[in-house]
Each structure stands twice: as structure tokens, then as C-alpha cells.
């Protein structure tokens, strides 16, 4: 059961060296591996790609964030209020276009940014695996999220900062924050969007890869190939 579960795990989120792999098939009961490790090895590798392309790709389509409701980036709760004021005297329109501009950074920042979510996942060991073999469905997920998660925001922020002045989030978030802090008794407000949107994008890569994490433990279609099928079957 335990070599079950590692196998489906590693099979997402793992990439590694066939040398490693075979010091941990060496590890196991003997007559439970009748596979060579290269096509193990070759299996994880087309995983972790299918993973990456099937649900990050998503995200980095126009709407990608706008229209998915897992991901789709709402307003900050300072922002709320912003949204609420500019719609009572008449510029719901501007509010709307506000809230799509953040989605479209983080769209057009994903789609730059994804090399690096790759990376990421590639640095997670087999020794990593160990705390997560008896996991949940989002066990993998949940594990690269708290292990990458302050790398990948240092290398989001400046992409996220660049998409807003590349889709003109900036330019639209500036007129509407100057509109609202103009209107009488209002409190001001000056928020960090840079941060909430670098948070929100990577909240949705999680949520993304979580949904095909969960695909791949629990359905057999989702194995598209050969490999995977030869792979996979390991575990059930």
C-alpha cells in the first residue's frame, strides 16, 4: 500500500535522476517491482509535464483566471468598499474593468512564470515524500506549496509587477484608487495590489495542479499514454 501511494505521488510531482530512483526501488519488498526503472523514471517525467501543461497552461489562456471560478482573483477586502463606493455614483464599469485587469496580470504573469513553478517542483526528493505517502488527494500540492512557496513569490513579484504595466492594470488601478480617495469622507486607501495579485496567481497554480493531482489518483482515463497506463498500474 505504502509503495502504491509513492509511486502515484511521485508519478505527479517528482523528477529525478534514474540513479535515485533505483536506490528507492532497491529499498522496496522484493516482488512488488516489475518495471525498470527507466520507464519509471520516463513515466514520472511525462507526468509531472502533463500535469504542468493540461492545468497551468490554463490559466495563461485570456480568462484564464477572469472565468474560473476555482481561481477567478476577487478584490482584496480594503478594496471592497472602493468597488462599492465607485458603483453608487455611477462607475460600475470602471470597478469591472478593475477587477479584470488583475486577472489579466496574473494570466499574462503565469504564462511567463511557468518555467519557474517547474523548477521548483523538480528540487522535491524522494526524502520529501516520506511526510506525504498517506496523504490526502492535494498531499502533493499542499507539500510543494509550503516547500516552494516563498521562492516562487520572489520570482512572481517582478513578473506580476511588469504584467500590470504590460496589460495596463497599473494605469486602470491608479485612476480608479484617485477617483475614490477624491470622493468626500471617504477613508483613503493606497493598497499593495503588486502582493495580493503575486498571492492570488499562485493560489491558482496550486489550486490547478491540486485538480490534477486528484484526476490522476483516482481515474485510469486520465492515463493518456502507454507510459502512463504501464506506469500507473503499479498503483492499482
Known sequence: MRYQKFILFCSIFILVSCAELQNVVNTLPSGQVGTDPT????GLRQALNFGIDKQVTKLTQKDGFYK???VKILLP???QKVDQTL???GLGSLADEGLKAMNRAA???VKEATPIFVNAVKEITFADAKNILLGPDNAATNYLQNKANNKLYAKFNPVIQNSFSKVGADR???NIITKYNAVPFVNKVNPDLTDYVTNEALKGVYTMIGVEEKKIRNSVQFRTTSLLRQVFALQD
Do not use: C, S, Y
Not at 520507464?39 to 520516463?42: E, G, L, P, R, S
Open 39 to 42: 520507464m519509471i523514471a520516463n
Open 68 to 70: 474560473n471560478k476555482l
Open 87 to 89: 458603483r453608487d455614483i
Open 77 to 79: 477586502e480594503e478594496l
Open 107 to 109: 494570466e499574462d504573469a
Open 172 to 174: 486602470i488601478w491608479t
